[in-house]
């Protein structure tokens, strides 16, 4: 197996690599005076298991392309396979035409992976795993929620209450309470599909005197966390905190979700940003080891 990281996830590839004691192929990046981005590979990768790793948070649709180049690139020098590793699926929350005559983006970005020879994607917390099984190419979606709600325990907050945002979220809070065991439930929510402004509706939740962890796969605008944390702080929590698997968040949304009452906020490194304290690396680690286990039979 040969790691490749890309420009987006230089860091993280890296880990990946050292855990895996796996070699890497470092790449040759630049960017034409356009602003187009040009990928070199260093090293040959012919007739190698090729694993790419390239998030796509923002700016989104540059790390896209540049994943397309490098997973194209492997395609013609001959990788014996490509998996590429996108922690940060770019387009997965639009997994449906929501709305007659919408992208059905998602679709589209794992259709183009495919034709540059993509044979597996891992990704993280995807927004919606249950369609991931009608993609055209197989993909693997990891959970980092553990390591965060381990990241809380760790730090005191055994027993705190695990809330997720949304009822489809609530597998979330699950395994987050599978470990920190105080309790879990989720704040209901209605999204205008035109505006894609949420709503949160009303619901007593069992969190009086008692430390809360909200739980979301996403942080982007931060409009639905300020309305979550605002929310879970007038029902008397004693402490409100925030954990996040993708932070697209800038830092003044950080400060203002500080702002309106958050006593901190964590993330994982899927995405870099001042707040990504848990690293993501131990988890697709070892779902690619496990992959290569199961190769040798
Ligand atoms: C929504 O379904 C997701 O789980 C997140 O709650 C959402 O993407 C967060 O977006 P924003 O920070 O822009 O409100």
């Known amino acids: 197996m040969i790691i490749i990281p890309g420009p987006a996830s230089r860091e993280l590839g890296k880990e990946i690599a050292e855990q895996l004691k796996a070699r890497i192929s470092p790449i040759e990046f630049t960017r034409f005076p356009d602003g187009e981005s040009r990928i070199?590979?260093?090293?040959s990768i012919e007739g190698d298991d090729v694993v790419i790793v390239q998030t796509t948070g923002p700016p989104q649709n540059e790390n896209l392309i540049q994943l397309f180049l490098m997973a194209d690139n492997a395609k013609d020098l001959k990788a014996k396979t490509i998996t590429t590793v996108v922690p940060y699926f770019a387009y997965a929350r639009q997994d449906q035409r929501f709305r007659l005559g919408e992208a059905f983006s998602l679709k589209t970005i794992v259709t183009l992976l495919k034709t540059c020879g993509?044979?597996?994607?891992?990704?993280?917390?995807?927004?919606?795993p249950s369609i991931l099984k009608t993609m055209p190419i197989q993909i693997q979606d990891l959970s980092a929620i553990p390591l965060l709600a381990e990241y809380y325990k760790n730090r005191g907050f055994?027993?705190?209450?695990?809330?997720?945002?949304?009822?489809?979220?609530?597998?979330?809070?699950?395994?987050?309470?599978?470990?920190?065991?105080?309790?879990?439930?989720?704040?209901?929510?209605?999204?205008?599909?035109?505006t894609?402004?949420?709503?949160?509706?009303?619901?007593?939740?069992?969190?009086?005197?008692?430390d809360v962890i909200i739980f979301d796969d996403?942080?982007?605008s931060g409009g639905t966390m300020i309305k979550a944390v605002a929310y879970v702080k007038k029902q008397g929590a004693k402490t409100v905190n925030v954990a996040c698997v993708h932070p697209l968040?800038?830092?003044?949304?950080?400060?203002?979700?500080?702002?309106?009452?958050?006593?901190?906020?964590?993330?994982?490194?899927?995405?870099?940003?001042p707040i990504s304290i848990v690293s993501i690396a131990p988890l697709i680690a070892e779902a690619l080891a496990k992959k290569e286990a199961r190769k040798r039979g």
Not at 118 to 128: A, D, E, G, P
Not at 177 to 188: E, F, R, S, T
């Open 40 to 43: 070199r590979f260093e090293c």
């Open 196 to 210: 894609g402004t949420v709503t949160l509706e009303e619901k007593t939740l069992p969190i009086k005197g008692k």
């Open 218 to 220: 996403i942080i982007s």
């Open 118 to 128: 993509v044979k597996r994607i891992l990704t993280v917390n995807s927004h919606n």
């Open 249 to 273: 968040l800038t830092e003044e949304v950080t400060s203002k979700i500080l702002s309106v009452g958050a006593d901190q906020i964590v993330a994982t490194d899927s995405v870099q940003s």
């Open 158 to 194: 055994c027993n705190a209450v695990s809330l997720s945002l949304g009822k489809k979220g609530l597998d979330m809070a699950i395994e987050a309470d599978n470990v920190l065991k105080g309790g879990y439930d989720y704040i209901p929510t209605q999204r205008d599909r035109t």
